[in-house]
């Protein structure tokens, strides 16, 4: 990548914990994010980071591993996001249908996000610390 030109990369990592990763369907781990961030350091390659906060089965303790894996990777920017889109028809709008959330009815042209009742509450405003302490975080 660095001898074809490549100067930044987005490395979507979405959790700093497995479960999560699991639950969310990313087809690697904790341990493959941090090889590869390592790699792109070691090539000088600037690296933006993504978080995927609050899906199904997020926690407190999940939310804590997320955040500890972006601050020890110190990407050059980092992008929070508090909760996951649904759309209609997937597993996700059946189970926030089944947890009292709005109707997967609202279609592509209203968006719906899903954050896990276990962080609802505190999440956003987590998030929202974190940022303000960390330059170069954005929501």
Same mark, same amino acid.
């Given at each position: 990548m660095k001898k074809a030109g490549c100067v930044e990369v987005s490395?979507?990592?979405?959790?700093?914990?497995?479960r999560m990763l699991r639950r969310l369907g990313k087809g690697f781990s904790v341990a493959d994010v941090r090889r590869s961030s390592r790699l792109f350091k070691e090539f000088e390659i600037r690296q933006?980071?993504?978080?995927l906060l609050g899906g199904p089965g997020e926690d407190r303790a999940s939310v804590? #591993?997320?955040f500890a894996l972006a601050e020890a990777l110190q990407p050059e /920017?980092?992008?929070v996001a508090v909760g996951v889109r649904v759309y209609p028809g997937t597993?996700?709008?059946r189970l926030a249908a089944a947890e009292g959330l709005p109707s997967e009815e609202a279609g592509l042209l209203e968006s719906l996000f899903y954050v896990s009742a276990a962080v609802r509450d505190w999440? #956003?405003?987590?998030?929202k610390e974190?940022?303000?302490?960390?330059? /170069?975080?954005?929501?």
């Amino acid at each position: 990548m660095k001898k074809a030109g490549c100067v930044e990369v987005s490395l979507g990592f979405e959790s700093g914990s497995d479960r999560m990763l699991r639950r969310l369907g990313k087809g690697f781990s904790v341990a493959d994010v941090r090889r590869s961030s390592r790699l792109f350091k070691e090539f000088e390659i600037r690296q933006t980071g993504f978080l995927l906060l609050g899906g199904p089965g997020e926690d407190r303790a999940s939310v804590d #591993a997320s955040f500890a894996l972006a601050e020890a990777l110190q990407p050059e /920017g980092m992008k929070v996001a508090v909760g996951v889109r649904v759309y209609p028809g997937t597993p996700l709008a059946r189970l926030a249908a089944a947890e009292g959330l709005p109707s997967e009815e609202a279609g592509l042209l209203e968006s719906l996000f899903y954050v896990s009742a276990a962080v609802r509450d505190w999440l #956003a405003e987590r998030a929202k610390e974190e940022v303000r302490s960390h330059p /170069g975080w954005r929501l």
